[in-house]
Every structure is written in structure tokens, then in C-alpha cells.
């Protein structure tokens, strides 16, 4: 079946530093990639998210790179913040199934 | 403006005895899902709906039923409970169009 691998697991940075979040997807029909940000105890919250039919999207200090033919896409956070530290999702959706393929989750330390 | 509900947040069963999840959400959301989430596993779909009326399963829907009487609610109901099924579990809506999932804040359930 359909399967999202996402690394790493953990990750720490500095603060004012870099992140990146990597995920590769199986399903080459998935069309839509979206980013979610888990705080503790919180549900899961959309930060960003990409189409197929664009490469890089950028919010402020956050980023999504797609390479379709690689299958791979990316988060970068830049010059991270305390308030970054949380858990990162990616996800994986091909138009029409509205069935989302969810990544293991990578939990991001941003130290003071 | 409340978003997604979900009652209770805590739940302690034991083997065999059936419950329902309940989630409310009233942002007019054509979907509507349910998702358990797992130390390492990610966020696993179990069902979704489409409208009211509509039910599909997911990537684990054994054990678990639901429906979608209205637009608003749509409630997880565990039939038996296992051990297997203690869990974070985690409803989710969004408009079909637009593909964000909105999430509420979770029901912790363990299963003795």
C-alpha cells in the first residue's frame, strides 16, 4: 500500500539555526503534500503545504521543496525559535481519495 | 467559533466493553475522519466521510464502526475493545476542496 517515510526521528538545532524534515512518498499519483505542526497535548495544525503542480512554496521562515520525480519532499525552518520545538508531520494525498498518508513524525528540539 | 470537538479526552476500558468517541465540528465541513496515533507510528487513517451518509475505511478500520447521520457529527465506535486499541485517537474535517484537515485536541483511551 501507500507509504510516507519521514526522517529523521528527532532532531536538534540551536536556536537561530536551520531544520530540515525529509519525507519520500510511494504513491507517484499523490498530488498534494502538506506539513502539519503537533504541540504537546494539542492536535495537529496545518503549517504549510505543496501542490504537485509547484516545486517551492515559502511562508516566512518556513519552506516546502517538492521533487516529483524523486518522490521526496521537504520542510526547512529558518533561524529556528524555541517556540519551533514540537512534532512534525508530512503527508502524502492523491486528489479524489481524500485519504491521507501520514509520515512516523519527527520530533524537533530547538535549544536556548 | 468551537472547530472540532471531541468528548471524552480521557477514557479507561476494559477488554471487551464497547464506547463511542464523539466529534462534533461546526465549520460546515463536507469530511470528516478518524485517526489513531501511536508512539512511532504516525497518524494511522481508520474512517472518513465524505458528506452525510458516506463512509469509507481507512488504513485500519478493524474493530471500529462509524456513521455520519448530519453534516456535524460523526462518532467513532469501538464494538469490543482490545488492548491493541489503547490509543491517541484523533478526529479531523475539511472542507473537500481545499484539503486542510482541521483537528481537535485528541481522546486518550486505554484498554485494560
Known amino acids: 500500500g501507500e507509504n510516507v517515510e519521514q526522517h529523521p526521528s528527532t532532531l536538534s538545532v540551536q536556536e537561530g539555526d536551520s531544520a530540515v524534515i525529509k519525507c519520500t512518498y510511494s504513491?507517484?499519483?499523490?498530488?498534494?503534500f502538506p506539513w502539519y505542526k503537533q504541540e504537546l497535548g494539542k492536535g495537529p495544525q496545518l503549517i504549510i503545504d505543496?501542490?504537485?503542480?509547484?516545486g517551492e512554496k515559502k511562508d516566512q521562515r518556513i519552506a516546502v521543496t517538492l521533487n516529483k520525480t524523486a518522490k521526496h519532499f521537504s520542510l526547512h525552518i529558518t533561524e529556528t525559535q524555541p517556540e519551533d520545538s514540537a512534532v512534525y508531520f508530512c503527508?502524502?494525498?492523491?486528489?479524489?481519495?481524500?485519504?491521507?498518508?501520514f509520515g512516523t513524525g519527527t520530533r524537533l528540539k530547538v535549544l536556548a | 467559533n468551537a472547530g472540532v470537538t471531541q468528548t471524552p479526552k480521557f477514557q479507561v476500558l476494559k477488554t471487551g466493553q464497547s464506547m463511542t468517541l464523539q466529534c462534533a465540528q461546526d465549520m460546515n465541513h463536507e469530511y470528516m475522519s478518524w485517526y489513531r496515533q501511536d508512539p512511532g507510528m504516525g497518524l494511522r487513517l481508520i474512517h472518513y466521510s465524505v458528506g452525510a451518509g458516506i463512509t469509507d475505511q481507512g488504513e485500519v478500520p478493524n474493530g471500529y464502526n462509524v456513521s455520519r447521520s448530519t453534516t456535524e457529527d460523526f462518532p467513532l465506535r469501538l464494538l469490543s475493545a482490545a488492548p491493541s486499541q489503547t490509543s491517541v485517537y484523533f478526529c479531523?474535517?475539511?472542507?473537500?476542496?481545499?484539503?486542510?484537515?482541521?483537528f481537535g485536541e485528541g481522546s486518550r483511551l486505554t484498554v485494560l
Open positions: 503527508a502524502a494525498s492523491r486528489q479524489g481519495t481524500y485519504k491521507y498518508i
Open positions: 504513491d507517484s499519483a499523490s498530488n498534494y
Open positions: 505543496i501542490r504537485s503542480n509547484v
Open positions: 479531523a474535517s475539511s472542507y473537500l476542496t481545499t484539503g486542510e484537515l482541521f
